[in-house]
């Protein structure tokens, strides 16, 4: 899995030629979710902190995620995302 960002020990990943909807994962502390680019719906869970800073970070860089997202599909290099500061 690509790492695209990581930030307070958050590591967000879209892996290659995954499933749609078009998505993204973030591994916290041995916990890991899946976020929806669209809509930010959550699948899985995470500590309550970890996953406001994820959903912070997502609503900042939708475009890019949906932009790696497609490079994904496509098999190419995905672009890295600035962490969340």
Known sequence: MPEISRFFGIIITINYREHD???FHAWYAGSDIS???SDGSVSGQMQRRALAL???WWHLHR???LDDWNLAQ???TLKKIDPLD
């Open 21 to 23: 909807p078009p998505h």
């Open 35 to 37: 976020v929806r680019i």
């Open 54 to 56: 994820v959903l912070e």
């Open 63 to 65: 475009t890019e995620l």
């Open 74 to 76: 496509a098999g190419a």
